[in-house]
């Protein structure tokens, strides 16, 4: 069940800035389905203040964390700016598998999305359409696999290390699939802003994220938390110029 419960961080005239729960889309054009600006519009009317709401960036669906909107075309226009000139800060949490063998690094990689399955693919740098995704990452905790299984495990998802150990494979090859192994709590700034780009980034450099069912190859059938959340943004207010910064503390379980 996705829970649409939403904390506001900050509002006033011409923005407004909150924590977004995993499972809600940001918007989506499905007749009857809530998404986060149909939620902060009726939040608004509510209140019976002006309900207007401009998307400025994105959160894929699965991802938890801070949001910011926009409340004016002319709010929308300033931030649109402040992309362009890669002047916004972010900073995510990632949960993925295996172990690093150096505390940091960059990664740096060329993407090509595709829009019909909604994916995206590390390509060479002069592939038509591909784009630049740059991140820089690092490692706050290594975990091993039996100090993962008794933090969280057993309450995000018991059957986990059960289907990695002893299920067949999806394929019905009849093959087991991988052995659980440790996992790497990871602090990663965003360079560029590219679909799906930590998910991409992370799978291809061979630590695909945890609960990743697009890009992480052992990622069980049955439902799993992804391990990414957005926890702080920095950005100058668009009408005042201030300088404004957000965090949030992640509420996901495999972040506890």
């Not at 994105?58 to 075309?73: H, M, S, W």
């Not at 360079?191 to 069980?220: F, S, W």
Request: proline share 5%.
């Amino acid at each position: 069940m996705i829970d649409f419960t939403m904390d506001i961080l900050y509002e006033d005239e011409d923005l407004l800035v909150c924590h977004k729960m995993p499972g809600i889309p940001v918007q989506t054009a499905q007749v009857g389905r809530q998404d986060m600006v149909s939620v902060l519009q009726n939040y608004l009317a509510q209140k019976g203040e002006r309900s207007e709401i401009y998307v400025i960036h994105r959160l894929d669906q699965p991802v938890e964390g801070i949001l910011a909107f926009a409340r004016t075309k002319i709010a929308a226009a300033s931030f649109s700016q402040q992309l362009q000139a890669k002047s916004i800060g972010k900073r995510y949490y990632a949960l993925v598998e295996g172990i690093f063998t150096e505390n940091s690094g960059t990664l740096e990689d060329y993407l090509l999305r595709d829009g019909r399955s909604n994916t995206s693919r590390v390509v060479p740098s002069g592939q038509k359409g591909a784009k630049l995704a740059r991140l820089s990452y690092t490692v706050k905790k290594s975990i091993t696999e039996e100090e993962a299984l008794i933090a969280f495990w057993n309450q995000a998802c018991p059957n986990y290390f059960n289907y990695r150990n002893n299920s067949a494979s999806p394929d019905g090859s009849g093959h087991k699939s991988h052995s659980a192994g440790p996992l790497t709590y990871l602090s990663i700034q965003l360079e560029t802003g590219r679909h799906h780009q930590i998910r991409v980034q992370m799978a291809h450099a061979g630590h695909p994220l945890i609960g990743d069912k697009k890009y992480n190859p052992n990622c069980p059938p049955v439902y799993l938390p992804i391990g990414l959340c957005s926890v702080q943004i920095s950005f100058l207010h668009p009408r005042t110029g201030r300088q404004m910064d957000f965090s949030v503390k992640p509420k996901g379980i495999l972040f506890q």
